[in-house]
């Protein structure tokens, strides 16, 4: 264990692989080296990419790791993919996009399954964050799931989130209605060479509008698969980076992710010794059964740990 923490914390790939894999699947030692990794993190530049299937997402964080690599910087990207309902695997699809990236010992590539998680993020997302950020890894990426009302988890973790959009998707300022307007810092309309790109531009522009926010989000158009706008973009990604730093969003947005740590921490562990509990099994039965209803059932799984509920 002393040897893969300091293989990770002096950047060799392998070590960082093999931490990773441990984290990623609560194998022992997975609390050792976060104890041991996390003061050591804080430095990496979270950057989130996220938006409706079929926009073209692992295609363009393709094109901003490689304009990001021109600029010298080191980067670490975590492609978050939908599980398969039967193994709880990850089609690995985002990885297959960004394989001009695989000899480079400056860009490491992780897919991980969201495994039902809700959110659009896999369980141990962010503890694989503080891995590639103790690794030195200058900007960190997280491509998530397609986003829908719920699945904006990214917004509690990166510094910037790209929301990339698409004309000819009927609902794609209806998603943005439903919840990812508020999550944008900016966004990119992607395929801008499509009929009706200029359309969407106007319609965000108009929603924009009512959003009342310190930082307003910016629109960039660009063409990832020929690498049209990327510049601009990635531009516009560290100047945001900037006025968020100016403004003093920084710690309130760095409390946000340590407060969504601990809670996701407490439901793990309160999940994990409920349901080793001698009952859980038949009060799960007697709920379905209509015996019980999940706030008795709940409250007698609080009382097998000890917790009084209030009358």
Known sequence: MEDLVSGLLAGKVRSLAKAITI??????????????????????????ITGPPGAGKSTLTDKVIAHL??????????????SSPFS??????????????????????????????????????????????AAGKDVIIIETVGVGQDEVDIVRIAQTTVVVMVPGLGDSVQISKAGVMEIADIFAVNKADRDGA?????????????????IKPEIFRTVATDGVGIEELVAGIFAHGRRVEES????????????????????????ERITSLGGYDEIVRQVAAKKLTPMTGVEKLFAGLGIAQEE
Do not use: W
């Open 198 to 214: 200029e359309k969407l531009v106007n319609e965000l522009r108009a929603m924009l509008e009512m959003v009342k926010s310190e």
């Open 69 to 82: 690599r021109g600029r010298g910087k080191t980067v670490g990207v975590i492609a978050v993919d939908p």
């Open 23 to 48: 984290v990623e699947n609560d194998l022992p030692g997975k609390r050792e080296i976060l104890q041991r990794v996390y003061p050591r993190t804080g430095n990496a530049y979270l950057l989130g």
């Open 248 to 271: 003093g969003l920084v710690a309130k947005k760095r409390c946000l992710q340590a407060e969504n740590e601990l809670k996701a921490y407490i439901y793990d562990m309160i999940m």
């Open 88 to 133: 709880g695997g990850a089609i690995l699809g985002d990885r297959i996009r960004m394989q001009q990236h695989a000899l480079d010992d400056g860009v490491f590539i992780r897919s991980m399954a969201t495994r039902s998680h809700l959110g659009g993020l896999a369980k141990n997302t962010v503890d694989v964050i503080h891995l590639f950020d």
